[in-house]
């Protein structure tokens, strides 16, 4: 698992390989994603929108932008959180991603920019 703080949010990743959803023959392999987003500050939070950068090891580059995240925009009050499971598919058996959420500051509407550490994406064959 990785974390990272940024303005009082703390944002945490756990990764697992999907064998079931993967197809490595025809260059498919899917992962799913728990993130745990936890409001350290004293203020409430709202998710407004989430930027990701998704990296192949066969070198191709996407980015995906949308609105909340799994078509929600939850508000995080101070010591409360958020999680969530998504899923990433590669063409390779590892790559990684890592990205931001745009969320607001609900006492004065103030956008913060809070970051989400780069984590790997690795079927567990690969490591043997």
Known sequence: MVAQITDGVKVSVETTYQPEYSNPANEHFMFAY???IENLSHYSVQLMSRH???FDS???????????????QPIIEPGGMHEYVSGCNLQTDM???HGSYEMRRLVDDEALTVLIPKFALI??????
């Open 52 to 54: 990701w950068n998704i």
């Open 34 to 36: 728990k993130i745990r």
């Open 123 to 128: 079927a567990p064959f690969k490591l043997n």
């Open 95 to 97: 790559g990684t991603m």
């Open 58 to 72: 066969n070198g191709t580059k996407r980015e995906v932008e949308g609105e909340g995240v799994v078509g929600q």
